[in-house]
Nanobody, 122 residues
């Protein structure tokens, strides 16, 4: 069955780091772009970062210079390295796979994970 599963969330103090992982079945990974979105309480889900099947990346301005997205196509796995975390980064982080090179809108993504909680204390 096609599935996308995030992991690696947790509690961290401001300035700390976390590494999120996203494992996908081949049907949700092969030739797809892979992106990260996040949703904080009371807010809409927002784009964070995306990496293409090849090598192109794109980041939201709010995380540029702090987060790094990568993928291992042989392992059907994608990662988000989050450094210099801020309290405003607190959210449920969702992994998704989608169409296009570096898609930024939710409607371009076909498969979504269940989310993993990231909480940054001040």
């Amino acid at each position: 069955q096609v599935q996308v599963v995030e992991s690696g969330g947790g509690l961290v103090q401001a300035g700390g780091s976390l590494r999120l992982s996203c494992a996908a079945s081949r049907g949700a990974f092969y030739r797809y772009a892979m992106g990260w979105f996040r949703q904080a309480p009371g807010k809409e889900r927002e784009f964070v970062a995306v990496i293409s099947w090849g090598s192109s990346t794109y980041y939201a301005d709010s995380v540029k210079g702090r987060f790094t997205i990568s993928r291992d196509n042989a392992k059907n796995t994608m990662y988000l390295q989050m450094n210099s975390l801020k309290p405003e980064d607190t959210a449920v982080y969702y992994c998704a796979t989608g169409r296009g090179i570096v898609p930024r809108i939710e409607t371009d993504y076909d498969y979504w994970g269940q989310g993993t909680q990231v909480t940054v204390s001040s």
